[in-house]
């Protein structure tokens, strides 16, 4: 509850048997070193569509929510500093509203939406993970992303094996890869629109950069109506004069948003 935020998880948390964690709309949970939130047949529920106090979930060394909980004085978060929220089953599921979610992923992605999962997630901030912001994979896993922003992650998003995305009103940026899809897609059950791509163009490793990066050399992806951070769309080579941000692969891009500005 909000009277008892905030909350300092010491030990990993486990939602199973059709139970379900609810945290409240302004609630401040801090994570120690490599603790984890795992569903593995319940539901998590964190924050609120009708209450726009954000849930904020970030390292136990954050004291810009919470304050100095772990009582060593002024510390700076870092990337990593906590484990990951885990929905493994095709009997759990997660919704996120209004949220804050921050320096977790340190082996892994910050959230990991697998085995048939399914995850809503909405108005919602992902930052400053180790690795990937979500990752979602096999098929049957869902994952509905709305009016939230991606950012400060190697990969924003992976989405492998056939998962199923709706990504819609996000904001992508200063990401190694924005939008990360594999080899094995299932380009019908993909909706990437109405995003906007800028700064995905950190140099790590031999991965190369991108906006929006599509494997899978056998389809087509359809990402239209998305903005590229730049009035001249996304640098592709068949776009002649782009300078937004890149794309890889067999992607139809046109029209994006601005298109025919000035």
Request: negative net charge; glycine residues 12%.
């Amino acid at each position: 509850s909000l009277a008892n935020s905030p909350y300092i998880v010491t030990g990993d948390i486990t939602v199973n048997n059709g139970d379900t964690l609810t945290i409240e709309p302004g609630v401040v949970v801090k994570m120690q070193a490599n603790r984890n939130i795992n569903a593995t047949n319940g539901h998590i529920i964190i924050g609120s569509a009708s209450n726009p106090s954000p849930v904020v979930i970030t390292s136990y060394k954050d004291d810009a929510y919470g304050g100095d909980t772990n009582g060593d004085g002024a510390t700076s978060p870092g990337v990593g500093d906590w484990g990951r929220i885990l929905v493994s089953s095709a009997s759990s599921q997660i919704t996120i509203n209004n949220a804050l979610i921050r320096y977790g992923g340190v082996t892994n992605g910050q959230f990991q939406i697998v085995s048939g999962a399914q995850a809503t997630i909405a108005n919602t901030t992902i930052e400053y993970s180790n690795s990937t912001g979500i990752a979602i994979r096999n098929g049957d896993t869902v994952l509905t992303l709305t009016d939230s922003v991606i950012r400060n992650h190697y990969e924003g998003i992976t989405i492998s094996f056939q998962a199923d995305a709706t990504i819609t009103g996000t904001t992508f940026n200063t990401n190694r890869r924005g939008i990360a899809i594999d080899t094995d897609a299932d380009v019908a059950h993909l909706t990437i629109s109405g995003n906007t791509f800028s700064g995905n163009n950190i140099v790590a490793g031999s991965t190369p950069f991108a906006g929006l990066d599509f494997a899978d050399s056998d389809d087509t992806l359809i990402a239209i109506n998305n903005d590229w951070g730049s009035s001249s769309g996304p640098t592709i080579a068949s776009n002649v004069g782009g300078t937004g941000d890149r794309i890889i692969g067999n992607v139809t891009y046109s029209p994006w948003t601005g298109q025919n500005e000035a």
